[in-house]
C-alpha cells in the first residue's frame, strides 16, 4: 500500500472540524459507515470485496468538506452537490467505474450503463477542469486525476463499460450496503446486531375432519424438504385449506438452521393477507417477527411519540428488514429486488442467506416467470438463497423439486364446480343464481370483476336472502373499512350466522373464509380456483360446497375484458369443460394446461437479459399502473382524520422530524381510497348546495391538491356508504371500475 493510499484511508486528509450533519464531524461519519459496512457483509456473507466496500464508505459523503456544504449545514446558503465530486475521490482511490457509480448515486438512483459516459465525460471537461474543482473539496487530497487514468476512463467508455449480470450483483449490493450502513450511522444506530433466528413453536390446533389429512401431509413434505441439502428453488403445491402458511413457515424454519441462514422473508400478494399471515408468523415466532407493508409502521399510534429510538426511525422512514423474520408484500419483495432508487435498494443485501417464501406466486404476472427464475437461480448460486414458492395453482416458474407428495387427492370433496356454457347478462344475476345455487338456505360468497357490477351484484343478492347480513368489499372502501368488514365476517362465521359477502378480487387469494357456496364471474383460472378455495374451505358441510362460475355480460359487453387480458380470458374458456360438474381433484391438471397455454401465446419480458446488459432502469413494475389518472380522498370515518390532517399541514417539519411526518401520513392511509379522477367534479357539484357550520367544505382539496378530503358533510350527502363505500355521485358506474 503506498503512503498515499495509507494516507486516505487513515482519513489523514481531512481537517478534523469538518461536519457531515449538524451533529456529527465528517471523518466520524465516514469510519461509522465504513464499520457498519464491514459488519453487514460478513453478517450477510455477502460476496463482495471488503477492502473496496471500505475505500468506497471511507469516500462517499467527502464533497461534504466544500465551504458551501459546511455552511449549509450552519444554515447558510443552499449546499452544493456533494456525491459527484466524492464519486470522482472514490474513482482515483479505487480505479474501479462501478465502486465510484455507486457512490456517485448514493442519493438518487443508479442509472442504466448507455448513459453514464454522458455524466462522467462531458463535453469540454478536461484533467485540468476537474483537478482544480476537485481541490477546491479537499486540498491535502494526494491523488490527482493523471492524463493516463483519464485516457482509461476515455478508453472504458470508448468500448462501452463490460457488463453482464454479475457486474449487475456487484454494483447492487455495494449499493444496498453503502446506503444502509449511512443511513444507519445518520441516525446513530450503535445496536445493529440482529436478533437470532427464533424457534419454530408449534401451534395448538381444534381438531377437524381434515386434521388427519393435514397432519399427512405435514409429514410426507417434511419427509421431502429433508433431503433437500442445497439453497435453489422448490415449490410447495397444495390444496387451498392444506395449511400452507404453517407448513412453509416451518420447513423454512429447518432449512433456515441447515444452511445457517440469517432471515426468513415470506412475501405474499395482499395487505389484507399479509395482515392474517402475519399474525400466524407471531404466534409460531414470537415477537421476532416484522410486518412490513404500507400500513404496518403507524398501527396503534395515534399520535406519533417526539423521542422514537432510531431504530423505529430506520423501520419507519426506510422500511428496512430489521428482524429475522419477516412478513412483507411481493411488491416490496419486487422493489428490493429490481428498484433502482437508493432507499429502495437497501433490503437486497438481506436476500443473501435467506429463505424467501412466496405465497401464492401465480400473482405474478406470466410474462415475467422466464426472466424471474434465471434471477432467481442466479440469487441461490451466488447468494446462498432458497426459494419456496407456494400455493395450490403452482405457477410455470422453474424449480429444482416439488416438496408435496405426487398424485395428491383429497380425502373429502369440499367441493364442485359448475362452469356455465352460455353468457347471461348482469341483471339475469339473480335468476342464475338461484336456478344452481341454495341461496336462501345456505352463506354465499359472490365474486364479480368490476366495482360497478359488485355495486349491482350487492343489491340482486340482498333482495333475494330475506333480511340476512350482506357484507361488501371493494378497494373503495378504506383500508380500515376493508378490516372491519373482514372481522365482521369471521364473528358471523364463528357464531355460525346466516352471511353473504359481495365482493371484488380484493378477496380472492389467501383470505381465510369460508362459505357454502361461491359465484365467480369468469375470470383466469388461477383467479377462479383461489376464489373456489373459499367455498366448504375448513370442510364443515357435510356435502360438497358449490362453485358456479359464469361469463356476465353488461349491454352486451363481456364484463371481464374491461379488466384481464384477452388471452388469459381465451386460454380459460379453452381449459374449463362447460355444462358438466367435476370435482376439486380435477383442477392441478386443468391450471396446468390452462398454464401452458397462456406461456405459449405470451410474450416474456426479458428482465435477466436488460439486467445482463446494463439497463437497469427497464424492469417493469410488478403492478402496472392504472389505465387512468387516479386521484386520493381521505374519508373522515372518526374525529381521529382530521386531526391528523390538521398537523401535517400547519407543522413546519424538520428533516429530522421527517419519520414522524411519514408516520402521519401512513395512518392517514388508513383512510384513503383513490378514485378516478373524471368523479372529481362531479362530487363537487353532489355537495355543492349543502348548509353547513364547519368551516371546511363537504368535498375539499387538502395538502396544496395532492388529495382530497371528505368531511362527515360529505359522506351525509350520499359520497361514502356506510355499508358499499364511496358511491359515484352521478349513478355513473358503467366504466372504469377495476379492483
Not at 229 to 249: F, I, M, R, S
Not at 262 to 282: D, G, H, R, T
Request: glycine share 6%; with cysteine.
Amino acid at each position: 500500500m503506498s503512503q498515499d493510499v495509507a494516507k486516505i484511508l487513515s482519513l489523514g486528509f481531512l481537517p478534523g472540524d469538518l461536519k457531515s450533519h449538524p451533529e456529527k464531524e465528517l471523518a466520524v461519519h465516514l469510519r461509522g459507515v465504513a464499520d457498519i459496512s464491514q459488519f453487514l457483509a460478513q453478517r450477510y456473507k455477502l460476496p463482495v470485496d471488503v477492502s473496496l466496500l471500505i475505500q468506497i464508505a471511507l469516500t462517499h459523503d467527502v464533497g461534504k468538506a466544500h465551504p458551501d456544504f459546511q455552511a449549509y449545514l450552519d444554515k447558510r446558503g443552499s449546499g452544493i452537490n456533494h456525491a459527484e465530486p466524492s464519486a470522482w475521490f472514490t474513482y482515483l482511490l479505487t480505479g474501479d467505474l462501478w465502486a465510484a457509480e455507486v457512490v456517485r448515486r448514493h442519493h438518487t438512483s443508479l442509472r442504466n450503463v448507455d448513459q453514464l459516459e454522458g455524466e462522467w465525460l462531458p463535453d469540454g471537461e478536461t484533467v485540468e477542469k476537474i483537478n482544480k474543482r476537485l481541490s477546491h473539496f479537499l486540498p491535502l487530497w494526494p491523488l490527482p486525476l493523471t492524463q493516463s487514468t483519464w485516457q482509461r476512463l476515455d478508453d472504458l467508455f470508448f468500448d462501452g463499460p463490460p457488463v453482464d449480470i454479475e457486474v449487475w450483483l456487484k454494483v447492487r449490493l455495494l449499493y444496498s450496503v453503502l446506503i444502509t450502513a449511512d443511513r444507519m450511522d445518520a441516525l446513530n444506530i450503535k445496536d445493529f446486531f440482529s436478533t437470532d433466528m427464533p424457534k419454530f413453536m408449534v401451534p395448538l390446533f381444534k381438531e377437524s375432519r381434515l386434521s388427519f389429512w393435514r397432519e399427512q401431509i405435514r409429514q410426507m413434505c417434511h419427509a421431502q424438504a429433508a433431503k433437500i441439502n442445497k439453497p435453489g428453488v422448490y415449490t410447495l403445491t397444495l390444496p387451498t385449506g392444506a395449511g400452507k402458511t404453517l407448513l412453509g413457515l416451518e420447513i423454512a424454519r429447518t432449512w433456515a438452521e441447515r444452511f445457517q441462514c440469517s432471515s426468513i422473508i415470506y412475501a405474499l400478494p395482499f395487505i389484507s393477507i399479509v395482515e392474517q399471515n402475519a399474525a400466524v408468523a407471531k404466534g409460531v415466532f414470537g415477537h421476532s417477527v416484522q410486518e412490513d407493508h404500507s400500513l404496518a409502521y403507524s398501527e396503534g399510534k395515534d399520535v406519533p411519540e417526539e423521542k422514537e429510538t432510531s431504530w423505529q426511525k430506520m423501520l419507519g422512514l426506510f422500511r428496512y428488514w430489521r428482524e429475522p423474520v419477516v412478513v412483507t408484500t411481493l411488491v416490496q419483495l419486487w422493489e428490493a429486488l429490481f428498484n433502482t432508487k437508493a432507499n429502495k435498494t437497501m433490503n437486497f443485501h438481506k436476500l443473501s442467506k435467506a429463505v424467501i417464501i412466496l405465497d401464492e406466486p401465480q400473482s405474478i404476472s406470466p410474462q415475467y416467470w422466464a426472466g424471474l427464475s434465471d434471477i432467481f437461480q442466479v440469487l441461490s448460486e451466488r447468494l446462498g438463497t432458497t426459494f419456496l414458492l407456494m400455493t395450490a395453482t403452482q405457477p410455470h416458474l422453474k424449480a429444482s423439486a416439488e416438496l408435496s407428495p405426487q398424485n395428491l387427492t383429497q380425502p373429502f370433496e369440499r367441493h364442485r364446480y359448475l362452469v356455465k356454457g352460455v353468457q347471461y347478462d348482469i341483471d339475469s344475476l339473480g335468476e342464475l343464481l338461484l336456478e344452481h345455487l341454495p341461496v336462501q338456505q345456505e352463506n354465499g360468497l359472490v365474486v364479480l370483476n368490476t366495482r360497478a357490477t359488485a355495486l349491482k351484484g350487492y343489491h340482486i343478492l340482498k333482495e333475494l336472502v330475506d333480511g340476512a347480513p350482506v357484507l361488501f368489499l371493494s378497494s373503495w372502501l378504506t383500508p380500515r373499512h376493508r378490516k372491519e368488514v373482514l372481522q365482521n365476517l369471521r364473528r358471523l362465521e364463528e357464531a355460525k350466522a346466516r352471511r353473504y359477502l359481495v365482493s371484488t378480487q380484493v378477496v380472492e387469494a389467501g383470505v381465510d373464509l369460508d362459505f357454502d357456496w361461491v359465484f365467480r364471474d369468469l375470470g383466469p383460472l388461477d383467479s377462479i380456483v383461489q376464489v373456489a378455495g373459499r367455498c366448504n374451505r375448513h370442510l364443515r358441510r357435510s356435502q360438497p360446497g358449490r362453485v358456479l362460475v359464469a361469463e356476465l355480460t353488461e349491454q352486451g359487453r363481456v364484463i371481464a375484458s374491461r379488466v384481464y387480458d384477452d388471452l388469459l380470458l381465451f386460454a380459460t374458456r379453452e381449459t374449463l369443460p362447460r355444462d358438466v360438474e367435476f370435482s376439486e381433484d380435477s383442477v392441478a391438471d386443468l391450471v396446468d394446461t390452462y398454464y401452458a397455454k397462456v406461456l405459449s401465446a405470451l410474450k416474456s419480458i426479458p428482465i435477466y437479459q436488460r439486467l445482463a446488459q446494463g439497463n437497469w432502469q427497464d424492469i417493469p413494475h410488478l403492478i402496472e399502473k392504472q389505465r387512468y389518472r387516479e386521484v386520493d380522498i381521505i374519508i373522515e370515518q372518526d374525529e381521529k382524520v382530521r386531526e391528523i390532517i390538521k398537523q401535517l399541514t400547519n407543522k413546519q417539519w424538520t428533516l429530522e422530524e421527517r419519520h414522524l411526518q411519514k408516520q402521519l401520513f401512513q395512518e392517514l392511509q388508513q383512510y384513503m381510497i383513490s378514485i378516478p379522477e373524471k368523479y372529481i367534479s362531479a362530487c363537487r357539484s353532489a355537495v355543492a348546495n349543502i348548509t353547513t357550520k364547519d368551516h371546511l367544505p363537504p368535498f375539499g382539496e387538502i395538502f396544496d391538491g395532492q388529495a382530497y378530503f371528505m368531511t362527515r358533510d360529505g359522506i351525509k350527502a350520499g359520497l361514502y356508504h356506510e355499508v358499499l363505500g364511496f358511491i359515484p355521485p352521478d349513478g355513473d358506474t358503467t366504466a372504469f371500475f377495476f379492483d
